[in-house]
């Protein structure tokens, strides 16, 4: 059985950064993801600015394959009343299909061991790993790193209890060809659910709403959600109908939920959503998945360095830090959705912050942080 220092299960942005992490200090690691590169995922494409210096410190940048500087943050109440304010720490926005390709080229590049599978299950037999895969013999590790996303079937195998909450939300995603202005992030809100717009590369549009799956059920299908729904948002109504999808088909996906989860499972070390979710609301999901793996990477690096260190130091070290990075960045993205769902209350804040621009100011940086320098 071949055996490795870390294996990351998941190469998404999280899992995707960790590797790249690792492999700039030269520890043996392996990745395994169960999906080819590149693909769409569903997601609203926008990334705050806190991770551009890190990302560049790991060699990636994003504008160098397109992506669009994001200066304006756009909010429409669900009649599509909206304000708008400045984004105190700007942003950007590009598809997952060529970020999340661009890191695993890099990966390539850089001879990081991959393999294309599905992890199928875990065990840690008190001092080390096996991970079971679907098509390939068994793997082991020191460490493992679940990076694997909002839900896999490993959370049932790994018993966590989230898996047993009901999951209540669904989204859908598109690329169009549409107007929208270059540097603008726009969040418009409709009946159950929430749209994030913006531009991404190629001139394209991302539009990509998530919806409970109680309001999305009385509908036949999406087309008929998005025009009796969607539609009520006059904002909407006008870039939807104004738009041509270059999609086949749009991209959802269900059972999505923001329930609190176990950060350390059976001594798996979990970062991105499968540590935690926050509500797309707050569009700042991509920069937590890139820093807990930040934090994790640098937490196994002092432990490689450190003979003193124990595995239950690092997993207290780690529970901290992340704790004290993101708990309060969660906390306001649940108080915030369910404020939302109040369609009266939306409104009456929205004409408030029409006037109180700096508010909104205020609340991002309530669910962002600090830019993280490098590595
Ligand atoms: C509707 C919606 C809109 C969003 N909009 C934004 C936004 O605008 N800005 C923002 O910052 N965030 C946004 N987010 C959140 C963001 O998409 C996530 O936080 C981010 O993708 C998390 O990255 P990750 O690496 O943890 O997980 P993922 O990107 O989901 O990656 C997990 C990977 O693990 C792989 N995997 C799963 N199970 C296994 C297995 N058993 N074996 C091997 N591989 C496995 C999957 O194939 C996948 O590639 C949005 C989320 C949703 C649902």
Known sequence: MSSYKVVIVGGGLAGLTAALHLSKYGIESLLIEKEKYPRHKVCGEYVSNEVLPYLSSLGVDPFLFGAKKMEHFELSAVTGDSCKAVLPLGGFSVSRYTLDAKMYELLKEQEIAIIHDTVTDINFNGENF?????????????????????????????????????????????????????????????????????????????????????????????????????????????????????????????????????????????????????????????????????????????????????????????????????????????????????KRLSLLLINYLKSYPAVIEQIIKRTHGKPVESI
């Not at 790193?145 to 079937?153: H, N, P």
């Not at 059920?217 to 009520?232: D, G, H, T």
């Open 130 to 342: 096996q991970i079971e895969l679907k098509d390939n013999p068994s793997v082991g590790a020191e460490f493992v790193l679940g990076a694997y996303g909002k839900r896999s079937s490993l959370d049932s195998k790994l018993k966590r209890s989230f898996i047993r909450s009901h999951a209540p939300y669904l989204a859908v995603k598109a690329h169009y060809r549409g107007e929208y202005p270059d540097n603008v992030v726009g969040l418009h809100n409709f009946y159950g659910g929430y749209c994030g717009v913006s531009k991404i590369e190629n001139e394209a549009l991302n539009i990509c709403y998530i919806v409970s799956y109680k309001e999305f059920k009385k509908y036949r299908n999406i087309e008929e959600f998005q025009e009796k729904v969607l539609f009520k948002n006059i904002s909407l109504k006008s870039i939807l109908q104004n738009s041509q999808m270059l999609f086949d088909k749009p991209l959802a996906i269900s059972q999505i939920s923001f329930e609190s989860k176990s950060l350390i499972k059976d001594h798996v070390i979990m970062c991105g959503d499968s540590a935690g979710m926050i509500h797309p609301l707050c569009g700042n999901g991509m920069s937590m998945a890139i820093l807990s793996a930040r934090m994790i990477a640098n937490l196994l690096l002092e432990y490689f360095n450190m003979p003193s260190m124990t595995r239950n130091d690092l997993e207290k070290k780690y529970r901290i830090q992340w704790k004290k990075a993101f708990s309060s960045r969660l906390r306001t993205g649940r108080f915030l959705s369910r404020l939302f769902e109040y």
